[in-house]
Structures are given as structure tokens and as C-alpha cells.
């Protein structure tokens, strides 16, 4: 367990052309602004450079030179320069946030926009929670680059341009001499920031391992408690921690050097200042005033130069965010809407499976030259084993995945050749696990197209026996249904489902019936609703009711991924091949179940 | 939070001198401006150029020091916060090594995880920086108030003139954000799960072209947040200009009213080069009250949270004085017990009136339809749950009357969900023992048919299976937990369903295996196929948490019942598997 070391966040480049690029077309929709906003910066910082001076001037020539009227001059102009630098200052980050969260709300919209696109087969492969993180923490870190990255290191420099500037012009000498400690200062805060990063990556690598270990260990706890190791994770736990404590201490130790060290040049400048500066003033080639100011400069001067390393980070964390985010946005989409998509018409609900070979994972074929033809408004049940493939047989239809052999059409058509939207307008699907979103029942119902009138949807509701029900809701059609519709009961939300189906009004039903046992009011609810959904409709169902074998035209029986046998129940049982058995092993029991069951409803 | 006091007393020596050392640099930061103002006054007054030299000497030496003294301060004060750190948290995961598995049903991993990561760092921010600035703070106004008072009364009252309304802009827009931020919460929540539910529900989005759909509901969700991101941007933006700009009015007083003094001769340029100096120092920890005191509430409420956690008692634990197990000696024996699971099944029992006994060297199979409540059967015997009625008894003393920690040690047991720790195979399997002999090792992986997989890989049992055993299939996961109990080589097995994700070929090799080292053991098995449970001395079948028959195999098959229905159905569908 010591090795629960976690694929290490992997830190890069601060800045990377290529990304910073790709970025930029996020920001181009908003240029203007964000020039406004560039604009706004040596504006802001200009004003903030004329205080020290305006002061100097106040005190060198007025208060020196008695004059209280341009003094009071003076001060009014360093009055308007605080206020431009207040507004200024307040103005740059409000549009700069302004243009950022505009970019980042556009980029959350293509990478959920193109999430819908991918396939079944991507979301098979990663795991909601990632996908979620994408779209959102990785979004936030980029705003952090916005707000403390890549602007205000801009800035920065812009600012130490301003101050070298302006102290060359007020003196040279002193000048000079405030810069002195610049070349050691940068020396040091450069060897400080080669060791922060290094320690920041050690510092990471720790962090991981601390959480990786609990999380580990939370979720293993009975195990851990059954094999009575708690001593022993315990040590290994803290031996994790104190590692983390220890980089941590370093970092401590660095971080509170560099800050001290900035610190304190500043005073020592300030001495040096006043050592040479006080002879000159004293010789009165320059006023206390510029000492004053200078002072005022070279504190301005280091702050900037101290937070470098802390926008570094910030910038290394934002490519690395933005470097997933784009990965996640050059995902293939490999069941695409094909360029001269067909729209076959009249539709003929008609299916036609025609050798075709399937597999979720290359050299593992789940179907192997299955050929079947469905003729329209024939009801035809898949029965089979676990693991037989009956599942895979009806998502393979709608084109939730493509087939590797083989053609499938529906209407004549090929479904690659198909309208993908057109197609699936078509299939109606019905999961065992009904799926509802939250919001409300009539939204579940007409999914996405408010031009369906209530009164559809109300017929619809009733065709399926759910009226009932959904006019006692508090809100009747308008009542709220929570995440996963968990508010509702199973029986309700396969009667929803069904009710769904009938407002949609596809020619072809596509059924995995659920298996999960409901009262027998409902079930028989369920029963009626099921026998108006599927007239006048080509079905092709995965039946687990016995009526709905019974009730099918045709039954399919696929074993190990191939069609064995094909024929009507009565033909099927004669044959008293593997039909049968599944038949005594699947429905057998259900028909004893309801024949007892008849039985004690008489003798009650 | 005495808790809290417990750990600063431990470190209460670093506090002292990291207080002493802040003390320290307030001090020589005080001094700067008062020397720099002798080098003014000297210098106005027409001095010597050797008197400003000495005072600037003196600067620089007090501006080094000062630089040493603070580093001292920070690293060790920094250091202590991160030390209560390191002790909270290792004393958190001692505590969580004691709550039994209700707890850990009742809160869910992500959820302690983000109070073990998010909790204690808000608490070490507190007893870091938190306590640096709260030294600090009042050192600072006192030293400055006290300093600019003694140089001039009316001056300083008319510099501080705008500092009430500095903690007023501070206060207001403190409050401002922090509900602001909490509507950007919300609306980030609100999003996220849109993005949850899609993903989840992608297949009925597909089914139904709901792509574009969707994407517009998104959009707009994006569009609120966007706009609630922009009030919250619209506060912080407004801020730190605001702090800047009231700071900057304080001088623009000390220089305008100072001036105004020194052309009427009662002050000295030196004074307003001074005040100037000292209100810059104020500026900082001025600005940072709002911030110090959201940092202190923070705290304190994450302290309150940990010490919830810390304050859990251990349900299952030894009794005060424990008797101590050593390996079973007559039998197991299960009386009349019930469970229910807290609240979870609104006092349904998950079992009620089970009552069997287990004697030494033979074996019970268990079998039932799932959520018939063999696996709660199981998890009773080594106290991952205690009954809540009815009693289970070793050797005649009830379980809870024994060393839990021997308890456990004497069963090897073998979960129905198999977890492996993202390490070695061979730290997996050998999870239970110190030390163990190569051959026996063997021997557990050679019965739990692991040998196969084995001499797949290419680092053999130094393979490692990543987070959860990713790396490996369900079936070898299984079996890996099956060896790992084996290996324990105690007296008691209970195996839990173990081998419900292995094929029925290899399951029955592994039955074979097994049974010679069964016959030396006590066993409860699980199982809801009948091959794992046909040659145990008794079979109970369970239904909806009841015994509902129970006999030798042969026996059960002749009665007709439940047991010969399961057992005719597993059959035809190996049968079936076999066409």
C-alpha cells in the first residue's frame, strides 16, 4: 500500500505556444474587449507611478518652496491620480473577468456540446465524474490564469518599465543606486523559485500520495479491519504524513525567506538611498522630496518580483487544465451523420439484420453473423441467455454503435447511411432502467419539443395508463421529478416511459423489458398500456414477461452470440431445443407463479 | 475545541519564539521610519553628512536583521500550523480505523475525504497565517499609534480619519462576496449535475436526439452562472482598488494638512516623511482584518466538523476487559438472531430468528435469491455489524465478550465485493501475515487456481493491480481474495459469495482444491450456486431473511422444495451453457 502513489498530476511548461494559441480562439470573439481591457492596464499602473512623483514635487517645490497654493494644486492632482488609479484599477479586472467568464462559458459549451456527439463507446471508457471535472474544475483553473496568470505578469513588467523610467529621469545617481541590489536580489529570488518549484512538485507528488492513501483506505476499511491491520496502515499512513509535513516545512522555510528577503531589501535601498542621497541633498543638488519618492519606487519595484513564483504555478496548473480540456474536445467523433445522409421515404418499418458481426472489444465478438428480417408491424421477441448478445442487438439498431460486419437497414436503408437523427426519430426505446431527467413530468414526456400540445400529451398519458397517477401529483403534469426520477415508483416510471414512446410516435418499438417485480395492479397496468404501445408497430423486444413471448409473432433465440433457433413459441417448445430449457429455466416459473397465484384469488 | 488547545500547548514552544521573533521584527520594522526620519531632520536642519551616514548605516543593519528575524518568525510559526496538521491528521485516521462498516455505509468516502483534505487545511490556516496575522495586527497599531502620537496628536488623529471607513468598505464587501460566492456555488453545483444527469442518462439522450436539446438547457445554466461569476467578479473587483485608494487618501492628508503645518514652522518635513512610512506599514494588516477573521470563523468551523468525526464513538469495539480467543474449540452457534440496518429499511429486518450451529471441523453452506440475507449472515461473524437481537456464541461466550482484534484474527474472510489495495499481488495475498513460507504462499494460490494468471503476468506476483485491482478481472480479483484468506491459515473461513464473477469450469477446480483444506477448517459458505454449498454438513436456504429449509443436500433435493428448484434451474442453465 505504499505504493498508492497516484499518476502524479503532471506538471509542464508554463507556457506552451501551441495551447496558448488554441486559447486565443476562445478570446477572439471578444477582442475589442480585451484590447479595451489591455488598454486599461498601463493607463491604471500610470497612474499609480504619479503619486510618488506628484509627492516628491509637493514637497521638494512647494513645501519646501513655501507654497501653499501649488501645494494644494499638487495635492488635488494626486487626488485625481488616486481616483483614476481606483477606477482604472476596478475597470481592467471587472472586463477582464467580463471577457474571461465570457470565454470560459463559450468553452464549456463546446466541450458539452461535443460530449454529445461522442459515442456510446467513449462513455463506456470514462467515467462521469472525469467528464464532469473537465467541464467545470478545469475550466475554473483557466479563469484563475485570467485573473492572477498571464495578465498580471503583463503587467508586471509593464509596471517595472514604468518605475525604471521614471527614476532614470528623476536621477540618475540615485537611480542607480536603488537598482543596485536588483542584480543580487534577482539572482536570489531566481535561485528561491528553482528551488520552490522543485519543492512544489515534491509537495504535489505528497499530496497525492496522502489522499490516494485515504481514499484507499477509507474505502477498504473492513477489509483492513478484518485483517486487523489497523496498526499497521496506521504506520504506513504516518509515515505518508510526515513526508507531506516535511516538504511542507521546506517550502515554509523558503517561502518565508524569499518574503523576509523582499522585504528587506526594500529597507536596505532605503538606506542605501539615504546614504547617498542625504549627501546629495545635503549638497542640495536634490530635494528630501525625491528621496522620499524613490523610496516609494523601489518598494513598488519588489512586490511584483516576489509573487512571481505564485502566478509560475498558477500558469503550470492552467496549461495543464487547458492541455485535458482540449484533449477532451479532439476526441474523434467516429459515428458521424453520414455527408449524403438518405431520408427513405415512405418509411417501412422494416428491419433487416443481415450477417452481422459485433464486438466491444477488438478479437471478442459478441455477435457472430446474426441475420434476421423483422417485416413491418411485426412484433418479434429476442430470447436468450446472459450474455448472449440480445442487449447489444437492439443498440446496435439505432446506431449507438457501429457494426464491424455486415449490414443492418431499416427501411431498405443501411443505418450508416441513414439521417442519424432522422433514423432515431423512427426507434422508439424503451430501457429496463427508465431513465428520467429531473424537471417535470411534462418535460419528460415531450422531451425537448414544446410544440406538442398538452392535449397530446394528455392522450398520450392516458393511452398509457399514467393519467391516473399524474393528475393526484401535487402539480399534475407540471410536478417536479428529482434526479434519476427517484420520487417516482418503478411501475410509474415504466409507465412514463411508455406514455413517452406515444407522444414521440415511432413506427419501430425497441424494448428491453424490465425484470424488476411490481404489484399485480400495476403489472396488469403495465400489461394493458404495453399491448396500445405496440399495435400497428414493428417490435423487437427482449422479453422477460411471459405474455410478451406468447403475445410475439416471432421468437429469436440467440446463444453465444449467433441465432440458433427461430420460430413461433408453439414451434419452439416442440423442438425442445435450447428455447426450451430457457423456457423451463425463464418463464416456466412466472407461469407456475401465476397459475398458484390464480389459484389462491379463487379460493379467497 | 479543547481538542485544539491540545495540540497548540504541544507546540506552544514554537508559537512562543515564533512571537518573540514577530515581536522582534515589528520592532525593527517600527524603527526604520524613525531613523529615517532623523536622516530627514538632520538633513533639513543642515547637519553633518557623517550623522546621516551613521543613521543610514543604522537602517540597513536593522533592515538585515529585521530580514533574519522574520524569516524565523514565519517559518516557525508557518511550520507549528503545519505540525497540528500533521498530528490532526494522523489522529483522524486512527479514530476512522476504529468505526465499523455502518459508518461507512452512512458517509460516503467523498464526502470524509473532502473533510480530511478541506477541513484540516482551513484548520492549519488558522494556526498558520491566522495566528501570525493576529499577532501581528495589534503589534503593529499599537507600536504605530503610540509612535505617530508621540510626534504629533492632531496629525495622527486626521491620518487615521479615513481608517473607520476602511473597515467599513472591508466589512460591507466582505459580507458582499461571501454570499455572492455562495450563489456561484450554487449555480456550479446546478451545472454540474446538469452535466451528471446527461452523462448518466446519455443513452436516453441518443435514443431520443436529445443532443441539441440539451446542449441548449446547458447553455443557458452556463449563461447564469456566467452571470452570477460577473456579480461576484463586479464585489472582488471593487475590493482591492477601494483599499488601495483609502490608503492612498491617508496620505495625501499627512502630506496636504502636513504641509499646510510646515509652511506655518510647528512641523518638519521629517514628521510627514515619517507619518508617510508608518501608514504604509498599517496598510497591510488593515486590509487583512476582514480576511484574518474569515480565516479564524473558517477554522473554527472545520475544527467543529473534525472534532464531529473525532467524537463518533466506535459502535463495535472490545468490551473493557476482553477475553482472549484462541482459535475455536467446540462450536459457533448462531440463537435467534435478528438484524436490521439502522433506519435504512424502516425496522424491516434484513434477518430475524436465525439460529444454527457450527461445530469445529465441519462446514454450513448458506444459499438464498439475493437480498435474502446471506451476506448479512456473514458479515455478522467477525462484528462488522452486532446482531441486534439474539446472541452469537464461541465455545458458549457471546462475541461481543471477546478480543475483537482475536476475533478476527482467527477467521479468514472472504467478501462477496473483492477489494485489493492499489499494491503488489503479493502484499495483497499476504495482507493478514507478517511472515509466511513461500510454499505456503504457493499453496493458497495454487487452491485458489491463481497459479494460471500467475505465470501470465509478467512480473508474477509483483505485479502491481492498481487503484482497487483495476488491473485485473473479476474473476482473478475474486480469486486473489480467496488466496489472501487462505493464506491466514485460521481456523475459521467465511466465504461470502467469493466466487460468483469466476466461470463454473474453474469454479468447480477451485471446489476441488478446496475441499481437502476445508476439512481441517470451520466454514460458513455463501453462495448462490448450489456447487459451492452442496457437500457442507448442513445447508440453510434463506429467504427474505428467514430459514426457510435446511438439511444435508440429498435430503433438501428429495424434499422437492425451494432448494431442489434452485438446484434443477442451475442445472438446466449449465446445460444450456454447455449446447
Redesign the interface.
Given at each position: 500500500m505504499a505504493q498508492a502513489a497516484q499518476q502524479e498530476e503532471v506538471l509542464g511548461k508554463a507556457y506552451d505556444v501551441r495551447l496558448i494559441r488554441r486559447l486565443w480562439k476562445f478570446i477572439v470573439p471578444y477582442k475589442r474587449l480585451f484590447l479595451f481591457t489591455m488598454l486599461l492596464l498601463p493607463l491604471q499602473q500610470a497612474f499609480g507611478v504619479a503619486q510618488p512623483y506628484l509627492m516628491k514635487i509637493g514637497i521638494d517645490q512647494y513645501i519646501a518652496g513655501k507654497d501653499l497654493w501649488g501645494l494644494q494644486n499638487v495635492m488635488l492632482l494626486f487626488l485625481a491620480a488616486l481616483i483614476g488609479e481606483t477606477v482604472a484599477a476596478f475597470a481592467h479586472h471587472y472586463f477582464s473577468m467580463l471577457v474571461a467568464q465570457r470565454c470560459l462559458a463559450d468553452m464549456r459549451g463546446a466541450v458539452f456540446a461535443h460530449v454529445q456527439k461522442l459515442p456510446m463507446s467513449y462513455f463506456d471508457r470514462n467515467p462521469v465524474g472525469r467528464l464532469v471535472t473537465r467541464m467545470t474544475t478545469d475550466v475554473d483553473v483557466l479563469q484563475e490564469m485570467f485573473s492572477s496568470g498571464v495578465l498580471t505578469l503583463l503587467s508586471d513588467l509593464i509596471m517595472v518599465i514604468w518605475i525604471v523610467s521614471i527614476m532614470f529621469y528623476l536621477h540618475v545617481g540615485l537611480a542607480l543606486v536603488s537598482l543596485a541590489l536588483i542584480p543580487p536580489m534577482m539572482f536570489a529570488i531566481n535561485f528561491f523559485r528553482v528551488k520552490a518549484r522543485q519543492n512544489y512538485r515534491q509537495i504535489r507528488e505528497r499530496i497525492a500520495r496522502v489522499n490516494a492513501y485515504l481514499g484507499e483506505a477509507i474505502s477498504g476499511m473492513t477489509v483492513i479491519q478484518l485483517f486487523s491491520r489497523e496498526r499497521k496502515t496506521y504506520r504506513e499512513f504516518e509515515e505518508l504524513n510526515a513526508d507531506h509535513r516535511d516538504a511542507y516545512h521546506l517550502s515554509n522555510s523558503y517561502e518565508a525567506a524569499l518574503y523576509s528577503m523582499v522585504e528587506a531589501a526594500g529597507s536596505v535601498s532605503l538606506g542605501l538611498l539615504l546614504w547617498y542621497g542625504g549627501g546629495e541633498v545635503l549638497h542640495g543638488i536634490i530635494g528630501i522630496g525625491t528621496v522620499v519618492a524613490f523610496k516609494e519606487y523601489v518598494h513598488r519595484f519588489f512586490v511584483p518580483m516576489r509573487d512571481f513564483s505564485q502566478k509560475y504555478a498558477v500558469m503550470q496548473s492552467a496549461m495543464a487544465s487547458a492541455e485535458r480540456i482540449f484533449q477532451l474536445l479532439d476526441t474523434e467523433v467516429d459515428i458521424q451523420n453520414p455527408k449524403n445522409a438518405v431520408v427513405p421515404k415512405p418509411f417501412r418499418g422494416e428491419v433487416v439484420f443481415d450477417n452481422v458481426w459485433f464486438s466491444y472489444k477488438a478479437g471478442d465478438p459478441v455477435l457472430k453473423g446474426v441475420s434476421f428480417r423483422i417485416a413491418p408491424g411485426e412484433k418479434v421477441a429476442v430470447v436468450g441467455a446472459t450474455g448472449s448478445g440480445k442487449t447489444t442487438t437492439i443498440k446496435l439498431l439505432n446506431r449507438s454503435y457501429d457494426i464491424q460486419q455486415g449490414s443492418i437497414k431499416v427501411s431498405g436503408v443501411d443505418v450508416r447511411e441513414w439521417d442519424l437523427h432522422a433514423l432515431r426519430r423512427h426507434i422508439g426505446v424503451v430501457l429496463q432502467d427508465v431513465f428520467l431527467f429531473s424537471g417535470d413530468v411534462r418535460g419528460n414526456l415531450i422531451l425537448g419539443d414544446p410544440s406538442v400540445s398538452q392535449e397530446r400529451v394528455e392522450q398520450a398519458a392516458r393511452h398509457a395508463n399514467a393519467d391516473q397517477f399524474i393528475r393526484q401529483l401535487p402539480d399534475g403534469y407540471f410536478a417536479q421529478v428529482h434526479e434519476r426520477g427517484s420520487n417516482f415508483s418503478v411501475g410509474q416510471r415504466q409507465l412514463l416511459s411508455l406514455a413517452r414512446v406515444l407522444v414521440f410516435g415511432p413506427e419501430i418499438l425497441v424494448m428491453d423489458e424490465a425484470t424488476s417485480s411490481v404489484d399485480t395492479e400495476t403489472e396488469a397496468l403495465i400489461q394493458d398500456a404495453l399491448d396500445k404501445v405496440m399495435r400497428d408497430r414493428t417490435c423487437l423486444l427482449i422479453a422477460h414477461r411471459l405474455s410478451t413471448i406468447r403475445n410475439a409473432d416471432r421468437i429469436i433465440v440467440l446463444h453465444h452470440g449467433e441465432v440458433r433457433e427461430m420460430g413461433s413459441h408453439a414451434e419452439l417448445m416442440e423442438k425442445r431445443g435450447i428455447y426450451h430449457r430457457l423456457y423451463q429455466l425463464q418463464y416456466e416459473r412466472e407461469e407456475l407463479k401465476l397459475t398458484s397465484h390464480a389459484d389462491s384469488t379463487v379460493i379467497a | 475545541m479543547g481538542r485544539l488547545w491540545l495540540y497548540l500547548r504541544r507546540y506552544w514552544r514554537r508559537y512562543l519564539i515564533g512571537g518573540l521573533c514577530l515581536l522582534g521584527t515589528a520592532t525593527l520594522v517600527m524603527a526604520?521610519p524613525w531613523w529615517?526620519r532623523e536622516?530627514?531632520r538632520?538633513?533639513?536642519q543642515?547637519g553633518s553628512?557623517s550623522d546621516?551616514?551613521f543613521?543610514?548605516?543604522l537602517?540597513?543593519a536593522?533592515?538585515?536583521l529585521?530580514?533574519?528575524v522574520?524569516?524565523?518568525?514565519?517559518?516557525l510559526i508557518?511550520?507549528a500550523g503545519?505540525?497540528v496538521?500533521?498530528d490532526l491528521?494522523?489522529d483522524l485516521?486512527?479514530h476512522?480505523?476504529?468505526?465499523?462498516?455502518a459508518f461507512?455505509q452512512a458517509n460516503r468516502?467523498g464526502d470524509?475525504?473532502s473533510r480530511?483534505?478541506n477541513d484540516i487545511s482551513a484548520v492549519r490556516v488558522m494556526l498558520g497565517p491566522g495566528v501570525l496575522n493576529f499577532v501581528n495586527a495589534p503589534v503593529y497599531y499599537v507600536y504605530a499609534v503610540i509612535l505617530m502620537l508621540s510626534m504629533d496628536v492632531r496629525m495622527t488623529l486626521a491620518a487615521l480619519a479615513p481608517f473607520p471607513l476602511l473597515m467599513i468598505v472591508a466589512r460591507v464587501f466582505r459580507g458582499k462576496i461571501m454570499k455572492s460566492s455562495l450563489e456561484v456555488q450554487q449555480q456550479?453545483s446546478v451545472?454540474?449535475?446538469h452535466?451528471?444527469?446527461?452523462?448518466?442518462?446519455?443513452?436516453?439522450?441518443?435514443?431520443?436526439?436529445?443532443?441539441?436539446?440539451?446542449?441548449r438547457q446547458?447553455?443557458e445554466l452556463?449563461?447564469d452562472?456566467?452571470v452570477k461569476?460577473?456579480q461576484m467578479?463586479?464585489m472582488?473587483?471593487?475590493v482591492?482598488?477601494?483599499m488601495?485608494?483609502i490608503n492612498?487618501?491617508t496620505?495625501?492628508i499627512v502630506?496636504?494638512y502636513g504641509?499646510?503645518r510646515?509652511?506655518r514652522g510647528d512641523l518638519l518635513?521629517a514628521d510627514?516623511?515619517a507619518f508617510?512610512a508608518y501608514l504604509?506599514v498599517l496598510a497591510w494588516p488593515t486590509a487583512a482584518f476582514g480576511w484574518m477573521l474569515s480565516l479564524v470563523e473558517r477554522g473554527r468551523a472545520a475544527m467543529r466538523r473534525l472534532e464531529e468525526i473525532l467524537a463518533t464513538e466506535p459502535a463495535i469495539a472490545s468490551q473493557a476487559a476482553p477475553l482472549p480467543v484462541q482459535g475455536l474449540k467446540q462450536c459457533m452457534e448462531f440463537r435467534n438472531v435478528a438484524f436490521a440496518y439502522n433506519g435504512q429499511r424502516n425496522g424491516h429486518a434484513a434477518i430475524e430468528g436465525i439460529s444454527f450451529k457450527l461445530a469445529v471441523g465441519k462446514s454450513v453452506g448458506l444459499v438464498g435469491r439475493i437480498g435474502s440475507g446471506k451476506s448479512t449472515v456473514a458479515q455478522l461473524v467477525?462484528r462488522?455489524f452486532d446482531v441486534s437481537s439474539g446472541e452469537i456464541l464461541l465455545d458458549g461466550q457471546p462475541l461481543t465478550h471477546l478480543s475483537l482484534?482475536d476475533l478476527?484474527?482467527m477467521m479468514g474472510?472472504v467478501?462477496q465485493d473483492p477489494?485489493l489495495?492499489?499494491?503488489?499481488l503479493r502484499?495483497n495475498i499476504a495482507?493478514?501475515r507478517e511472515e509466511y513460507s513461500e510454499e505456503e504462499l504457493d499453496r493458497a494460490i495454487k487452491i485458489a487456481k491463481l497459479d494460471r494468471d500467475l505465470a501470465i503476468f509478467p512480473r508474477g506476483l509483483e505485479t502491481?493491480v492498481g487503484?482497487?485491482g483495476v488491473t485485473l478481472s473479476g474473476g482473478q480479483k475474486q480469486r486473489a481474495t480467496l488466496a489472501?484468506a487462505l493464506l491466514?491459515d485460521s481456523p475459521v473461513l467465511v466465504l461470502d459469495d467469493c466466487l460468483s464473477s469466476v466461470d463454473a469450469q474453474t469454479e468447480a477446480e477451485i471446489l476441488a482444491g478446496l475441499r481437502p483444506f476445508l476439512k481441517k477448517k470451520t466454514c460458513l459458505i455463501i453462495s448462490h450456486r448450489i456447487s459451492a454449498v452442496k457437500d457442507a454438513d448442513e445447508i440453510l436456504v434463506l429467504d427474505d431473511g428467514k430459514i426457510i429449509e435446511r438439511g444435508g443436500h440429498e435430503a433438501l433435493v428429495r424434499r422437492g422444495g425451494v432448494y431442489a428448484d434452485l438446484y434443477q434451474?442451475q442445472r438446466?442453465?449449465e446445460?444450456?451453457?454447455q449446447?
Open positions: - | 526604520i529615517t536622516v530627514v538632520i538633513i533639513e543642515g553628512l546621516v551616514r543613521y543610514a548605516l537602517i540597513i536593522a533592515a538585515v529585521q530580514g533574519i522574520r524569516t524565523y518568525s514565519r517559518a508557518f511550520n503545519r505540525d496538521e500533521y491528521r494522523n485516521f486512527a476512522l480505523e476504529k468505526l465499523p462498516l461507512y468516502t470524509l475525504m480530511v483534505i456550479m451545472l454540474s449535475s452535466v451528471q444527469e446527461n452523462l448518466s442518462g446519455m443513452h436516453v439522450v441518443k435514443a431520443y436526439s436529445q443532443e441539441d436539446f440539451q446542449t446547458f447553455i452556463n449563461k452562472y456566467e461569476s460577473m467578479a463586479k472582488r473587483g471593487m482591492n482598488p477601494l488601495q485608494g492612498g487618501l496620505i495625501l502630506i496636504w504641509g499646510v510646515v509652511l518635513v510627514i516623511v508617510i504604509n467477525p462488522l482484534s478476527r484474527r474472510y467478501p477489494f489495495f492499489s499494491t503488489t502484499r495482507l493478514g502491481p487503484e482497487r489472501r491466514m434451474q438446466l442453465s446445460e444450456l451453457d449446447i
